[in-house]
């Protein structure tokens, strides 16, 4: 799929390096030697070859801190590259060779309003052919919830994206109503330009996050207060350190005192993209399958079909519809599940009365105050794009 322009650049510059190296070796030999200056300079020359070795090493050795080992050094690669964890028992022998991920890159019309109409409907058609072998099977290809791609699953797991449970959770979930999102959509961090991507290496750097690493709660709640001092010079507001634990909360699903790597990366991939990039810019992220997905919850909730819902019938679809419950499925005449999978606690299912999740009380204002669909998908786009994942775990927790 081509070279990371950030490999090629080190190779570059490497390049230049060693260029010079050579130039500064024949200016040296080219020099008049008499014998005084002979005599004076054999220790100064010495000195001078050792230290255009020690420069061709460093320029070959690439940036890098002087105490980072090899492995961290591996780690903050595969964090640029976008690839991912890769365990060190994996073996690669007789293995396809992973795509090396190109970062995209912004357009000049990424931030006008794109054209995203809710009475039209979009077509939706998956590929025929296999993303990795490009072969035709039929029935046993599995789709991405999310985009156009189809895989085998014996693709997926030469490719090393199918390991121990994670095979049976693509053949149970992908021709569901939960679907499964490939290994393109599933990393939010590919979303981020190669910019973007050093601007959040910069501050993971400075805030001593080691790549690949669990982060327990005074781990995740150090590092968001450091963002924040960094940021606007001042001591994080309690408010704000108490979303930062809900948020660390919905992370961490299963309760195990720390959040995963990769939940972590995404988290923070989808609170940059929120922080850099206007709200038209995130709607052109969107694929055809999200938009029909939020166009069927926005008609759902629109009970009398005038193009408009409440503040809090928003608000309540940002909790509860666009939130991942992969191990609760409901049938219910109404699919938004490839967005999220409706909870029991959305409007599709409280009429049956059954309502375990707190709905979030009304106010005044949010009675009074409308939101047509241009509108309903920028307040949840971002919401959206982080239920993107397979993980159980919650990367965009809705403002209380």
Same mark, same amino acid.
């Not at 999740?357 to 509108?375: H, N, V, Y």
């Given at each position: 799929?081509?070279?990371?322009?950030?490999?090629?650049?080190?190779?570059?510059?490497?390049?230049?390096?060693?260029?010079?190296?050579?130039?500064?070796?024949?200016?040296?030999?080219?020099?008049?030697?008499?014998?005084?200056?002979?005599?004076?300079?054999?220790?100064?020359?010495?000195?001078?070859?050792?230290?255009?070795?020690?420069?061709?090493?460093?320029?070959?050795?690439?940036?890098?801190?002087?105490?980072?080992?090899?492995?961290?050094?591996?780690?903050?690669?595969?964090?640029?590259?976008?690839?991912?964890?890769?365990?060190?028992?994996?073996?690669?022998?007789?293995?396809?060779?992973?795509?090396?991920?190109?970062?995209?890159?912004?357009?000049?019309?990424?931030?006008?309003?794109?054209?995203?109409?809710?009475?039209?409907?979009?077509?939706?058609?998956?590929?025929?052919?296999?993303?990795?072998?490009?072969?035709?099977?039929?029935?046993?290809?599995?789709?991405?919830?999310?985009?156009?791609?189809?895989?085998?699953?014996?693709?997926?797991?030469?490719?090393?994206?199918?390991?121990?449970?994670?095979?049976?959770?693509?053949?149970?979930?992908?021709?569901?109503?939960?679907?499964?999102?490939?290994?393109?959509?599933?990393?939010?961090?590919?979303?981020?330009?190669?910019?973007?991507?050093?601007?959040?290496?910069?501050?993971?750097?400075?805030?001593?996050?080691?790549?690949?690493?669990?982060?327990?709660?005074?781990?995740?709640?150090?590092?968001?207060?450091?963002?924040?001092?960094?940021?606007?010079?001042?001591?994080?507001?309690?408010?704000?350190?108490?979303?930062?634990?809900?948020?660390?909360?919905?992370?961490?699903?299963?309760?195990?005192?720390? %959040?995963? /790597?990769?939940? =972590? $990366?995404?988290?923070?991939?989808?609170?940059? !993209?929120?922080?850099?990039?206007?709200?038209? #810019? *995130?709607?052109?992220?969107?694929?055809?399958?999200?938009?029909?997905?939020?166009?069927?919850?926005?008609?759902?909730?629109?009970?009398?079909?005038?193009?408009?819902?409440?503040?809090?019938?928003?608000?309540?679809?940002?909790?509860?519809?666009?939130?991942?419950?992969?191990?609760?499925?409901?049938?219910?005449?109404?699919?938004?599940?490839?967005?999220?999978?409706?909870?029991?606690?959305?409007?599709?299912?409280?009429?049956?009365?059954?309502?375990?999740?707190?709905?979030?009380?009304?106010?005044?204002?949010?009675?009074?105050?409308? %939101?047509? /669909?241009?509108? =309903? $998908?920028?307040?949840?786009?971002?919401?959206? !794009?982080?239920?993107?994942?397979?993980?159980? #775990? *919650?990367?965009?927790?809705?403002?209380?």
């Amino acid at each position: 799929m081509g070279v990371l322009m950030s490999r090629r650049q080190t190779v570059e510059r490497v390049q230049k390096v060693s260029l010079a190296v050579s130039a500064f070796k024949d200016g040296l030999r080219e020099q008049p030697s008499t014998r005084r200056r002979a005599e004076a300079g054999t220790a100064r020359q010495g000195t001078l070859e050792q230290e255009v070795q020690e420069g061709e090493e460093e320029a070959s050795a690439g940036p890098s801190q002087p105490e980072e080992s090899s492995a961290s050094k591996a780690a903050w690669e595969r964090l640029r590259d976008g690839r991912g964890v890769e365990p060190e028992e994996f073996d690669r022998a007789n293995r396809f060779t992973p795509p090396a991920f190109i970062r995209p890159k912004r357009e000049l019309h990424d931030d006008e309003p794109p054209d995203i109409s809710l009475e039209q409907r979009e077509q939706i058609l998956n590929d025929e052919m296999c993303e990795i072998c490009e072969v035709w099977t039929a029935e046993s290809l599995f789709p991405c919830r999310i985009c156009h791609r189809v895989y085998h699953d014996g693709c997926l797991r030469r490719m090393g994206y199918l390991q121990k449970d994670s095979a049976v959770e693509v053949t149970e979930t992908a021709h569901t109503e939960t679907g499964w999102s490939c290994y393109y959509c599933d990393n939010l961090n590919l979303l981020l330009t190669e910019e973007e991507m050093y601007s959040l290496m910069e501050t993971l750097r400075n805030c001593k996050i080691i790549p690949e690493s669990c982060l327990t709660l005074d781990d995740f709640l150090h590092y968001k207060h450091q963002v924040h001092k960094q940021q606007f010079e001042r001591t994080m507001p309690e408010a704000q350190e108490e979303q930062a634990a809900l948020q660390f909360n919905a992370l961490d699903p299963d309760k195990k005192g720390h %959040i995963e /790597w990769q939940d =972590f $990366l995404s988290h923070e991939s989808i609170q940059l !993209l929120q922080k850099i990039r206007p709200q038209n #810019a *995130l709607l052109r992220l969107l694929t055809p399958k999200e938009r029909e997905r939020a166009r069927t919850a926005f008609l759902a909730l629109d009970q009398d079909n005038d193009g408009l819902i409440g503040e809090a019938e928003c608000r309540q679809a940002r909790h509860t519809w666009f939130r991942k419950h992969q191990k609760e499925m409901l049938s219910c005449n109404v699919s938004i599940s490839h967005v999220g999978p409706i909870s029991e606690g959305s409007p599709a299912s409280s009429r049956n009365g059954k309502s375990p999740e707190k709905i979030l009380p009304a106010t005044k204002q949010e009675e009074t105050r409308s %939101i047509d /669909w241009p509108g =309903f $998908l920028r307040e949840n786009v971002a919401y959206i !794009l982080a239920a993107r994942p397979n993980s159980a #775990a *919650l990367h965009l927790q809705p403002l209380a």
